[in-house]
């Protein structure tokens, strides 16, 4: 395999996913700056996931029709200058925007990353290849607060954004070089009522769900546009049925592997999305540590996912994804369980054990689940697909965190007191049993789906390789 080529992408998305993360630990510096609350400069976190949510469907038209390596360059210089806004932002307006600015470049660098891979990867290196990508999805949001920490308290906030001006170059410059051209295709027209579905859809239900616990705005706001979002949704499945090209190409749910991966996929990552709000809160909250001393520990995720890239293709391939997905997905139930039942008293080296093999069993689930949702897709098929798990993807991290949020609200809302470590440990535990949940689209899939991509029982797939090179 070129590892030359996942690994320019992973840098590039690492990227984006570190800043993402990284400046919830800034927060309190930023908003003293800018003059406003800490609460209300969420709104910033908000329109960054709201402008992905808008700009992802888009994201695999544009790659065909302007070529994918090419875009993805474009994402990368959006982003960096909007890293560059948001140092130089004197005011909450100026911020926000350059947020929805820096997130115009995120939404195209994630969909658009995985397409030029799947592009110009062989089916039987895939899994190796969504190893290297998958670990900026695991690292970004664990080594994003220690180093937030780091760089706020021993420099300053605007260096967090500063710093993506070197890495960008870097990326575009390795891109033009190693990247291989992935021509235009001459797509259809561009959907644009199905567009502004999605858009409204997508975008609802993200800023609602994120804004409707934020003090700064009344709760009816939240509801209001979350419903508005779920309505416009149902809308587009009717739009889409009727459209012979519809933007989001919903037919691909016929597709059992493709449809195994995306509904599984997204409920486990609504819980895993809530991790690493869940863990950084009860290590400050319940047991007293500093924010850079929780960030030091929940990194021990990062540590556990970075491995799995040694070993995550001959494991895929000694026993299929079905195996490993249950597998995993059982490991990091049992972890989850586990967290909750820390304390203070808990000796550190045994949380970052746990948090070591959680990180481990994540990651796993991760590879196997982004290469699964490719194994049966042409390449006709690959910017649709792309494009549709991508916004799944964003969609579920936003349930994630608004459903760790409402399950310490209802908790402290019953009790009637401020928030406490049993809180924690009570939403681990609904996190937990929510994750089994997850494994109810594998646990019905063919032991032998998506054997052309993960090896496993090579000989029985060779004939499923004839067929599928004969439909072409």
Same mark, same amino acid.
């Given at each position: 395999?070129?590892?030359?080529?996942?690994?320019?992408?992973?840098? *590039?998305?690492?990227?984006?996913? @570190?800043?993402?993360?990284?400046?919830?630990? +800034?927060?309190?510096?930023?908003?003293?700056?800018?003059?406003?609350?800490?609460?209300?400069?969420?709104?910033?976190?908000?329109?960054?996931?709201? &402008?992905? +949510?808008?700009?992802?469907?888009?994201? #695999?038209? @544009?790659?065909?029709?302007?070529?994918?390596?090419?875009?993805?360059?474009? !994402?990368?210089?959006?982003?960096?200058?909007?890293?560059?806004?948001?140092?130089?932002?004197?005011?909450?307006?100026?911020?926000?925007?350059?947020?929805?600015?820096?997130?115009?470049? #995120?939404?195209? @660098?994630?969909?658009?990353?995985?397409?030029?891979?799947?592009?110009?990867?062989?089916?039987?290196?895939?899994?190796? /290849?969504?190893?290297?990508?998958?670990?900026?999805?695991?690292?970004?949001?664990?080594?994003?607060?220690?180093?937030?920490?780091?760089? $706020? $308290?021993?420099?300053?906030?605007?260096?967090?954004?500063?710093?993506?001006?070197?890495?960008?170059?870097?990326?575009?410059?390795?891109?033009?070089?190693?990247?291989?051209?992935?021509?235009?295709? !001459?797509?259809?027209?561009?959907?644009?009522?199905?567009?502004?579905?999605?858009?409204? *859809?997508?975008?609802?239900?993200v800023f609602g769900l994120s804004v409707v616990s934020l003090p700064a705005l009344p709760?009816?706001? #939240?509801?209001?546009?979350?419903?508005?979002?779920?309505?416009?949704g149902a809308l587009y499945v009717r739009h889409a049925r009727r459209h012979p090209t519809?933007?989001?190409?919903?037919?691909?749910?016929?597709?059992? $592997?493709?449809?195994?991966?995306?509904?599984?996929?997204?409920?486990?990552?609504?819980?895993?999305? /809530? @991790?690493?709000?869940?863990?950084?809160?009860?290590?400050?909250?319940?047991?007293?540590?500093?924010?850079?001393?929780?960030?030091?520990?929940?990194?021990?995720? +990062?540590?556990?996912?970075?491995?799995?890239?040694?070993?995550?293709?001959?494991?895929?391939?000694?026993?299929?994804?079905?195996?490993?997905? %249950?597998?995993? *997905?059982?490991? $990091?139930?049992?972890?989850t369980v586990i967290t909750g039942l820390f304390t203070p008293e808990t000796p550190h %080296?045994?949380?970052?054990?746990?948090?070591?093999?959680?990180?481990?069993?994540?990651?796993?689930?991760?590879?196997?689940?982004?290469?699964?949702?490719?194994?049966?897709?042409?390449?006709?098929? !690959?910017?649709?697909?792309?494009?549709?798990?991508?916004?799944?993807?964003?969609?579920?991290? &936003?349930?994630?965190?608004?459903?760790?949020?409402?399950?310490?609200?209802?908790?402290?809302?019953?009790?009637?007191?401020?928030?406490?470590?049993?809180?924690?440990?009570?939403?681990?535990?609904?996190?937990?049993?929510?994750?089994?949940?997850?494994?109810?689209?594998?646990?019905?899939?063919?032991?032998? &789906?998506?054997?052309?991509?993960?090896?496993?029982?090579?000989?029985?797939? &060779?004939?499923?390789?004839?067929?599928?090179? /004969?439909?072409?």
């Amino acid at each position: 395999m070129n590892r030359i080529v996942p690994l320019i992408l992973a840098v *590039a998305l690492f990227m984006e996913q @570190m800043d993402s993360t990284v400046i919830s630990t +800034a927060l309190p510096a930023i908003a003293t700056d800018l003059h406003v609350g800490p609460i209300t400069l969420k709104l910033a976190l908000t329109a960054y996931m709201v &402008a992905l +949510a808008i700009f992802i469907p888009i994201s #695999g038209w @544009m790659a065909d029709r302007y070529g994918a390596k090419r875009i993805f360059r474009l !994402a990368i210089c959006v982003f960096v200058v909007g890293s560059v806004f948001c140092a130089f932002s004197s005011g909450l307006v100026e911020f926000v925007l350059a947020r929805f600015l820096q997130g115009m470049g #995120g939404a195209m @660098m994630t969909p658009v990353g995985r397409l030029v891979l799947l592009r110009t990867t062989q089916r039987s290196e895939l899994v190796s /290849a969504m190893a290297l990508l998958t670990i900026p999805a695991l690292v970004g949001p664990l080594a994003g607060p220690p180093l937030g920490g780091f760089i $706020t $308290t021993y420099f300053s906030w605007h260096w967090i954004f500063l710093i993506n001006v070197p890495v960008g170059i870097i990326g575009v410059w390795l891109a033009t070089i190693f990247l291989p051209e992935v021509e235009a295709t !001459a797509p259809p027209p561009l959907d644009v009522t199905g567009f502004i579905l999605t858009t409204l *859809a997508a975008a609802g239900v993200v800023f609602g769900l994120s804004v409707v616990s934020l003090p700064a705005l009344p709760p009816i706001i #939240g509801i209001s546009a979350t419903v508005v979002g779920l309505v416009c949704g149902a809308l587009y499945v009717r739009h889409a049925r009727r459209h012979p090209t519809p933007i989001l190409n919903l037919k691909l749910f016929r597709n059992a $592997t493709f449809r195994a991966s995306t509904t599984g996929g997204t409920l486990f990552r609504i819980c895993i999305g /809530a @991790m690493p709000f869940l863990t950084p809160l009860m290590l400050q909250l319940g047991f007293g540590l500093t924010p850079f001393q929780s960030g030091l520990i929940t990194f021990a995720g +990062a540590i556990g996912a970075i491995t799995t890239k040694f070993m995550a293709r001959r494991v895929f391939a000694a026993t299929g994804f079905r195996t490993t997905l %249950l597998s995993a *997905a059982a490991v $990091t139930t049992v972890v989850t369980v586990i967290t909750g039942l820390f304390t203070p008293e808990t000796p550190h %080296l045994l949380i970052i054990g746990v948090l070591l093999i959680g990180g481990f069993s994540r990651s796993f689930f991760f590879t196997g689940v982004n290469a699964l949702a490719y194994a049966d897709i042409n390449d006709a098929e !690959a910017s649709q697909a792309t494009s549709i798990s991508s916004v799944m993807q964003q969609i579920s991290l &936003a349930l994630g965190v608004a459903l760790a949020a409402s399950i310490l609200e209802t908790s402290t809302y019953f009790h009637g007191e401020p928030l406490q470590l049993s809180d924690f440990h009570l939403a681990f535990f609904v996190i937990a049993a929510l994750t089994v949940l997850a494994t109810i689209p594998f646990i019905r899939m063919d032991r032998h &789906a998506g054997a052309l991509v993960s090896g496993h029982g090579a000989k029985r797939s &060779a004939p499923m390789e004839a067929q599928r090179q /004969a439909a072409k």
